[in-house]
């Protein structure tokens, strides 16, 4: 069993910078794809960005542009989310997740989910 736990959410202004966490609960994390993705209120919830479990293979959702960088501390079982940039339309709530080895795009792929956290870009 996995257990997730999103930080570092909160109100930004557009231009801003936020880092989220992911804190993960397991016996071992070094064998985790992790995953990032958002919904917004009245959308689906998307594909934000991905990290494979060495950490060697990263991907990004066509919007962040180049904006955001996902890294991970497995000393710390953590996955980070360093997000420059933000405009007023990456308010929404951010999750992370994980699946056991592959990294993914896909969030019918992730079989554990944290509770999200609410990023909110004001002008």
């Known amino acids: 069993q996995v257990h997730l736990v999103e930080s570092g959410g909160g109100l930004v202004q557009a231009g801003g910078s936020l880092r989220l966490s992911c804190a993960a609960s397991?016996?071992?994390?070094?064998?985790?794809?992790v995953g990032w993705f958002r919904q917004a209120p009245g959308k689906e919830r998307e594909f934000v960005a991905a990290i494979s479990p060495t950490g060697r293979t990263t991907s990004y959702g066509e919007f962040v542009k180049g904006r955001w960088t996902i890294s991970r501390d497995d000393a710390r079982s953590t996955v980070y989310l360093q997000m420059n940039t933000l405009q007023l339309e990456d308010t929404a709530v951010y999750y992370c997740?994980?699946?056991?080895?592959?990294?993914?795009?896909?969030?019918?792929?992730?079989?554990?989910w944290g509770q999200g956290t609410q990023v909110t870009v004001s002008s």
């Open positions: 997740a994980a699946r056991y080895f592959a990294i993914s795009q896909s969030r019918d792929d992730y079989t554990y």
């Open positions: 397991a016996r071992t994390v070094t064998n985790l794809a």
